[in-house]
């Protein structure tokens, strides 16, 4: 029944946003991709060559994948690596190399970046009895935490970090899975002082996080303890009093259940009075998690992440109400606040949502805290239309959203972001393989750079 009503909410969709098909392009002037040094558009443009094929895609995969598991004849191509696939995508080994490369990429224009720590424990499947192996479990705990504190005090005022909390042990990954099936379990001792930690510092230092959406087995259980942490961490004020929040969930719209999994966490918010965080992402788990979750086409999933989106911006969460009429209570001027991250490489869904939030802010209109990201090195040519309409808004004034793009990164040695790389991949090939509009996009920032230089001739 509920699948039917959700079906029933994404048509709406068709009605809601057809007058918003058409937004307007970006300010005439100098072309997006100009603020691009010429080494990243050789860079990306190679890269993407690769990506955007399926064949070459799996064999450099395979490739790199083997080269790393040769740990004495990594180094020669050490250099290789660095100068490429993590120069593309990573921001440094060191707070010093993180530093400038965050520094460069806000004399840019971006909002800020949203940091990560490649260096990952385990996953899922790497499972065994470890649970009773108690030193390790805290050690691994202790590694995690580590790291993650050190990424929240690189992170700049304002900038985000991304949690991954199969991260942080074998240990942790057999809690979740014991855990899916009640999203009201805590998390570990252990953990939960380590998450108290991180969530102290994060608010310290102004730095948001990020919690990164998992594989099903763990997801349930995922989305408890994070509404635990929203719970006590998303009711602290900025300094002009508004609320704010700390801790975002990651919300993927091609599983079929979350329009009726975010129904009940506004219901949460609203009845509670925390800000629900949301940072809300496609989906990375098709290829590996059962299939009879997700919508079964891409358009539905298109449809799906639309109408969530357009619902979380404008506040009008009757669309919800058709999944969850119980749960969901009349919210009229109480309605639950919302911090959003927008976490797309769709222009069609950048667009969308550029035009309503245009629309708010021509009226007059309150506008929720929201963000755009990208993946660093990935839809550059979408994120260099972002910082150029984020410029110019500010010239122009009031009457349009000034858009805060983001860009989402990793830092770590140049093998643990590589193995980083190589997995996300291995996760999300569709999207890796969906990369042909940004290598369109950088032959022709190319050939525009050519042209000039002879014109200049």
Not at 95 to 120: D, F, H, N, P
Not at 184 to 205: K, T
Not at 326 to 339: C, F, H, I, S, T
Request: proline share 5%; hydrophobic share 35%.
């Amino acid at each position: 029944m509920a699948n039917k009503l959700t079906r029933r909410l994404l048509r709406h969709v068709s009605t809601t946003v057809r007058s918003l098909q058409h937004q307007p392009p970006p300010p005439a002037g100098i072309p997006a991709l100009s603020i691009l040094p010429l080494s990243a558009v050789v860079r990306t443009l190679a890269i993407t060559t690769i990506s955007s094929s399926p064949r070459l895609l799996d064999t450099a995969l395979r490739g790199l994948d083997k080269l790393l598991q040769r740990e004495r004849n990594a180094d020669p191509f050490r250099g290789l690596l660095r100068r490429t696939l993590y120069a593309q995508f990573c921001a440094g080994e060191t707070s010093e190399e993180v530093g400038r490369t965050v520094a460069q990429l806000k004399q840019l224009g971006y909002a800020g970046v949203i940091l990560g720590y490649a260096r990952e424990a385990e996953t899922v499947a790497d499972t065994g009895d470890y649970s009773k192996d108690t030193e390790r479990a805290a050690r691994e705990i202790r590694e995690w935490a580590a790291g993650t504190l050190k990424t929240v005090d690189i992170a700049g005022d304002g900038d985000m970090v991304a949690l991954k909390l199969t991260g942080a042990g074998r240990a942790v990954v057999e809690h979740l899975l014991r855990s899916s099936s009640d999203d009201n379990a805590p998390p570990p001792p252990e953990l939960a002082q380590a998450l108290a930690e991180i969530c102290e510092r994060a608010r310290e230092r102004n730095v948001r996080l990020l919690v990164d959406a998992e594989h099903d087995a763990v997801q349930k259980a995922i989305d408890g303890w994070v509404l635990r942490l929203q719970r006590q961490y998303n009711r602290g004020h900025r300094p002009t009093g508004q609320p704010r929040a700390l801790v975002y969930g990651t919300y993927q719209a091609y599983r079929k259940s979350t329009p009726e999994v975010l129904a009940k966490h506004l219901a949460a918010a609203h009845g509670e009075g925390f800000v629900l965080g949301v940072k809300l992402v496609r989906g990375a788990y098709l290829s590996s998690d059962p299939r009879h979750l997700f919508w079964e086409t891409k358009q539905g999933t298109d449809e799906a992440y639309d109408t969530i989106a357009e619902a979380l911006i404008t506040g009008e969460y009757s669309k919800f109400r058709n999944v969850l009429p119980a749960q969901l209570p009349e919210l009229g001027n109480n309605a639950p606040r919302v911090d959003l991250v927008l976490a797309t490489h769709n222009r069609q869904s950048v667009r969308k949502a550029r035009a309503l939030r245009n629309q708010q802010a021509h009226a007059g209109r309150p506008l929720i805290e929201m963000a755009y990201a990208q993946l660093q090195g990935m839809a550059d040519d979408l994120s260099c239309e972002l910082v150029k309409e984020s410029k110019a808004a500010r010239i122009s004034g009031p009457g349009q959203e000034i858009p805060k793009p983001y860009k989402y990164l990793v830092w770590g040695s140049v093998n643990e972001c590589t193995r980083y790389l190589i997995r996300r991949a291995q996760e999300n090939r569709d999207a890796a393989s969906r990369t042909e509009d940004s290598r369109h996009a950088m032959l022709e920032e190319l050939k525009r750079r050519i042209r000039a230089a002879l014109n200049r001739g």
